[in-house]
């Protein structure tokens, strides 16, 4: 957004959010390749793409408007407020996801009034993703590791780069001559996160329906392995888990998010 709460849609300073986001895509980390060593790595080893050997994927107020830099050099700003106006228009644009405060003032349907478009933030999104090995040497990469661990750490090392120049932590940062107030945010660490509370919680969650198992042949009758109904134990427990398997596989059909409550779920069915 702009430090002195202008317009961000005017056209300078449209102009000026591109080049950050161009400086961006050309942005440089130190890393590692496992047969070459060293390299630099870009966004175009790290980014998401919708087919292989397909462009990076972005997105961003321009990208879903089908504008490049060139298209917003070369209007005037009448013709982005136009472009602008006619696109908030478009409930599946959703622009407001990618313009914050996105506010058109005046009747858009009265030719004669005039139509003001205003925005306070532009919103840019470049998407990264771990690369894919897709060798079948599974069973090297079990004793060995996987070969495809450098390019993980790249991806790590170029968000690193992408933080540091965007100075995330908002402390000393050097001043910006472009006017612009720049926040930014590596959602990778979140789902980093996430991914360490459930693997590390996988153990434990197997421990506790092992002992609901044991629990529930001493409560099915007799002593252990002499009059207890085993099979029946193991029934019970089996169908519990398969219909939270097919529970789990329904909301995944549904593409309902799933929530750090859901694994709860196991133990309130099991009691």
Known sequence: NNNNNNNILEKTNMLKALDVHMQIRNLLANGTNDKDGE?????????????????CTFDSAFERLGLTYD???????????ETFIAGASLPDLS??????GLEVMGNV???????????????????????????SNRIYNLIKGQSGRSRMANVLRWEGAFLEYLCSNQQDCPPRDDGLVITSIAERALFDELDRNASSSAPF????VIFITVIMWFMLGGKPFR????????????????SMGA????????????????????????G
């Open 39 to 55: 390299y630099s790595v870009g966004f175009p080893d790290v980014c998401v793409r919708a087919y292989e050997n397909g462009p």
């Open 205 to 208: 969650m197997a421990l506790s």
């Open 95 to 100: 622009l407001s996801l990618v313009v914050g």
């Open 227 to 242: 009059n207890s109904r085993l099979g029946l134990g193991v029934g019970a427990v089996v169908t519990i888990l398969l």
């Open 71 to 81: 298209d917003v050099v070369n209007m005037t700003q009448s013709e982005i407020d």
């Open 109 to 135: 349907e009265d030719s004669s009034g005039k139509v003001e478009v205003r925005a306070k933030s532009l919103r840019f999104k470049h998407f990264t993703s771990f690369p894919q090995d897709r060798n």
């Open 247 to 270: 529970g789990f596989g329904v909301v995944s059909l549904l593409q309902i998010p799933l929530t750090d409550l859901s694994l709860i779920l196991v133990f309130v069915v099991m």
